[in-house]
T-cell receptor, first 112, second 112 residues
């Protein structure tokens, strides 16, 4: 089955700096890679996703890049703000079986 | 207002008791999922259901049971056989046109 690894587990940045979270996956059949943001005591919220037919996708201050050859994808947050502080999860999925495999999460702290 | 509704938000269980967590969605989604999240940990799949009257075990199904009698409902029962049930439980449903999943707000279960 698929194995998704996520690094780092914790990340602290100064407000205004950039933050990068990286994930790797093992199953070459995976073709969909969503990122979720989870605030304390709440359910994860989808913030951006990318499919295997593109290499990069951007939405305002967040972007995701995908390297299919190396089987890794990354979340980039620019101009970080205190409200970006949360736990971020990456995931991988394929078209078969609607199965989603999650990374172990990154706790991001943005220091004002 | 559409979405995934989990209830109760907080639940306390005495040892030896069974408890049931509710998950309802009015989004007409076929697939639904239950995940367990321990503090500071990632998401682990308990059970999932692709269609009504069908469900599959996930990675940590022991001590849990589910039913899927209606498309919009996927309740999770935490049985007395689950030795360490204190956790945050998340229900999710699959969005076919985006091939992604959305989460409810979660339920906290504490054994007292």
């Amino acid at each position: 089955g698929e194995n998704v690894e996520q690094h780092p587990s914790t990340l602290s940045v100064q407000e205004g700096d950039s933050a990068v979270i990286k994930c790797t996956y093992s199953d070459s059949a995976s073709n969909y890679f969503p990122w979720y943001k989870q605030e304390l005591g709440k359910g994860p919220q989808l913030i951006i996703d990318i499919r295997s037919n593109v290499g990069e996708k951007k939405d305002q201050r967040i972007a995701v890049t995908l390297n299919k050859t190396a089987k890794h994808f990354s979340l980039h947050i620019t101009e970080t703000q205190p409200e970006d502080s949360a736990v971020y999860f990456c995931a991988a999925s394929s078209n078969t079986g609607n199965q989603f495999y999650f990374g172990t999460g990154t706790s991001l702290t943005v220091i004002p | 207002d559409g979405g995934i509704t989990q209830s109760p938000k907080y639940l306390f269980r005495k040892e030896g008791q069974n408890v049931t967590l509710s998950c309802e969605q009015n989004l007409n989604h076929d697939a639904m999922y239950w995940y367990r999240q321990d503090p500071g940990q990632g998401l682990r799949l308990i059970y999932y259901s692709q269609i009504v009257n069908d469900f599959q075990k996930g990675d940590i199904a022991e001590g849990y049971s589910v039913s899927r009698e209606k498309k919009e409902s996927f309740p999770l029962t935490v049985t007395s056989a689950q030795k360490n049930p204190t956790a945050f439980y998340l229900c999710a449903s699959w969005v076919p046109d985006r091939n992604t999943i959305y989460f409810g707000e979660g339920s906290w279960l504490t054994v007292v």
